[in-house]
């Protein structure tokens, strides 16, 4: 599943747990009449995780995953019952919060990043700068740097 659909299922809740995540992607593909592979759906969380499709936040003592800076969330196919079929309760964060943790997110990354990854790296900082009210401009030299 790709990143924007990833997107699309935590936000028809406000944010999942990646155990609930887990837990929605088993309850789609057994909707759709699809396998399920674990493996597979971890693999496309930590992708997303990592491409910032989904952006991990602690909230009410647990992390959760909200769509991230570069999703454009998208349903998959019978994601509309997902609320009908899950007990999870929806869930809010407050953009001042994604802002914080989008900037330590970037930061940690910029300072290992070099070549492609810190060129995409630029490009996230510019659609969190139009997400989130956060100012990028000191990880963009950071990267620049690299």
């Given at each position: ?8 299922i ?67 196919e ?13 869930r809010?964060?407050?953009r ?10 970037l ?28 100012e ?11």
């Open positions: 599943m790709n990143g924007d659909e990833l997107a699309g935590v936000d028809l809740f406000g944010g999942l747990t990646r155990e609930e995540l887990h837990e929605a992607l088993a309850e789609l593909a057994f909707k759709r009449g699809d396998d399920f592979d674990p493996d597979t759906a971890q693999a496309d969380v930590t992708g997303a995780l990592e491409d910032y499709y989904l952006l991990a936040v602690d909230r009410d003592d647990q992390r959760v995953l909200v769509p991230g800076p570069v999703a454009f969330p998208e349903l998959p019978r994601a509309t019952d997902l609320p009908h079929i899950l007990d999870v309760q929806p809010s964060v407050d001042e919060e994604l802002a914080t943790v989008v900037r330590e997110r930061e940690s990354d910029a300072a290992d990043a070099d070549g492609d990854r810190a060129r995409y790296l630029v490009d996230v900082t510019y659609d969190a700068e139009a997400w989130a009210p956060v990028l401009d000191d990880v963009r030299e950071t990267l620049a740097d690299e």
